[in-house]
């Protein structure tokens, strides 16, 4: 299953799948969206003896429930994997084991592909919300001129980050835009205010997503 254009996308039938299997899978969670009328058929046709439908989403509207469900079935998913990997690597300054998860962890979720940073920023803060060990602030709604993502120990005496998200408009532009993600975190003093609050270990990184590939730089604080 795979999007064609901006609100399209192919999809497998199951007609067996109900309610109860929504968030078993994304081709589960597409199918229960089409059979209740959330989806507008374009096409069929057959491949390997099943029936596939080239679907597509009616509207803008739609479209924002859909961002929502799928945001909320990650979420779910997320819960269930295990990112003491990632956490190490995030301490470890390793950009690129960062991103081999991270898009392993795209992989392995639906296949949406979405151009709004909402939803990349969703994803990553959902995995990094699984730590035990550290807090995270989503600055993504307030607008205010903060960096995307701050996690922070809880002791002051322990380590803080800033992630600031970028999604590339292709794959040739992922570390290019990474470079810019970082770099926007200096050149706007993000660290100001994780300083003023007491941390000293301050680490920064710049993400950049293009559907299922990811790129991350590294960048101690200044």
Not at 100 to 115: A, E, K, M
Not at 173 to 182: F, G, H, I, P, S
Not at 197 to 214: A, H, L, M, P, Q
Request: hydrophobic content about 35%.
């Amino acid at each position: 299953m795979s999007f064609r254009g901006s609100w399209t996308l192919d999809i497998q039938i199951h007609e067996e799948v109900t309610y109860g299997d929504m968030y078993g899978s994304g081709e589960n969670l597409w199918n229960f969206l089409y059979f209740t009328g959330y989806l507008t058929k374009e096409s069929e046709y057959f491949k390997e003896s099943s029936i596939f439908l080239q679907a597509r989403i009616p509207n803008v509207e739609v479209k924002t429930i859909y961002q929502n469900t799928i945001l909320n079935w990650l979420k779910a998913a997320i819960k269930k994997e295990d990112f003491h990997d990632l956490y190490r690597a995030m301490e470890e300054g390793d950009a690129r084991k960062m991103a081999d998860i991270l898009s392993g962890q795209l992989f392995r979720t639906i296949s949406f592909y979405d151009s709004a940073e909402n939803f990349y920023h969703g994803f990553l803060t959902g995995i990094l919300s699984q730590s035990e060990n550290y807090l995270v602030k989503s600055n993504r709604e307030s607008g205010n001129g903060r960096s995307d993502i701050m996690v922070k120990s809880p002791s002051l005496r322990g380590r803080a980050f800033i992630v600031e998200v970028k999604v590339s408009d292709s794959v040739d532009n992922l570390e290019k835009d990474a470079e810019k993600a970082l770099k926007q975190i200096y050149e706007k003093r993000y660290m100001e205010e994780l300083r003023a609050e007491g941390y000293r270990k301050i680490d920064c990184y710049g993400v950049s997503f293009f559907r299922k590939d990811c790129e991350v730089r590294f960048g101690e604080g200044e």
